[in-house]
């Protein structure tokens, strides 16, 4: 199986001034596309893949609620997938032949540099998110509630990899799993704490795990896994550019036409 990975394209953003441009080109040969999060906000990522060529799996990030109750959006965005071709994952499984697809936003558990309590602390201060994301009753979601949406996720995916299957394995996560998908140019910066965890134990039980997230392309490998984030991150210009081919995009290693087979 060919798959076409994308994440981070912030379609709200970049529609806003240009909405005409094609949301992604579909690459040649691809039997699938994987969108790994911060795609369009609340459920927008649904319509806008709705007529692509070929199946998508799609698990949400930290954007899509912005504006919004978390638990809310999360069911907005099932609910409008439901029927479609966009396969949502959020803690859910899906199978596509011999092969299967985990996914789920993931968040993180602060615990990256040893102090949970001072990464919460920083995450709160500097993170958007905690300001931008409704929690249930309409408080602000803390870093406690995504400590408490991490540690769902990484339960149910240590129960989904214990699982038999006669295949390949891959996972989809918005947030990071290894500090390996840290540029060196944010080495031991304390926000890196607030995007990714180190998951590496679980790393061998899957043969292809792709995150977004970081704002920076990645593709390694730890054990059995290959690990590939492909991000676009956010126009630089998007104000002062006068047409969408003047675009100048925040992570210039963005492959649009990036595939991989598990």
């Known amino acids: 199986m060919r798959v076409q990975i994308a994440s981070d394209l912030h379609l709200d953003a970049l529609q806003s001034r240009f909405p005409q441009r094609p949301l992604l080109e579909a690459a040649a040969g691809a039997d699938l596309l994987v969108l790994a999060g911060d795609i369009h906000i609340g459920a927008g990522a649904v319509d806008a893949f709705a007529d692509w060529p070929v199946p998508v799996v799609y698990v949400s990030g930290n954007h899509e609620a912005y504006g919004g109750e978390y638990a809310q959006v999360v069911a907005a965005i099932e609910q409008r997938s439901a029927g479609t071709q966009v396969h949502y994952l959020e803690r859910r499984a899906i199978a596509f032949g011999d092969t299967r697809f985990l996914?789920?936003?993931?968040?993180?558990?602060?615990?990256?540099?040893?102090?949970?309590?001072?990464s919460m602390d920083y995450a709160r201060k500097v993170n958007s998110d905690h300001a931008a994301i409704r929690a249930r009753?309409?408080?602000?979601?803390?870093?406690?509630?995504?400590?408490?949406?991490?540690?769902?996720?990484?339960?149910?995916?240590e129960a989904e990899l214990a699982k038999p299957f006669d295949g390949k394995t891959v996972v989809v996560t918005h947030h990071g799993v290894s500090p390996d998908s840290i540029h060196p140019r944010f080495d031991g910066h304390p926000?890196?704490?607030?995007?990714?965890?180190?998951?590496?134990?679980?790393?061998?039980?899957?043969?292809?795990?792709?995150?977004?997230?970081?704002?920076?392309s990645f593709d390694y490998r730890h054990g059995n896994a290959r690990v590939v984030a492909n991000p676009r991150g956010y126009a630089l210009n998007l104000a002062s550019a006068q047409g969408a081919e003047q675009l100048q995009w925040e992570n210039a290693a963005f492959d649009p036409a990036c595939v991989v087979e598990p």
Not at 105 to 117: K, N, Q
Not at 191 to 216: C, T
């Open 191 to 216: 926000v890196n704490s607030g995007f990714l965890s180190d998951l590496r134990r679980l790393l061998p039980r899957a043969d292809l795990w792709i995150h977004g997230h970081v704002h920076d």
């Open 137 to 157: 009753g309409g408080d602000a979601f803390g870093p406690e509630e995504a400590l408490a949406e991490h540690r769902r996720a990484v339960a149910w995916l």
């Open 103 to 118: 996914g789920c936003c993931l968040w993180t558990d602060y615990e990256l540099y040893g102090d949970r309590v001072r």
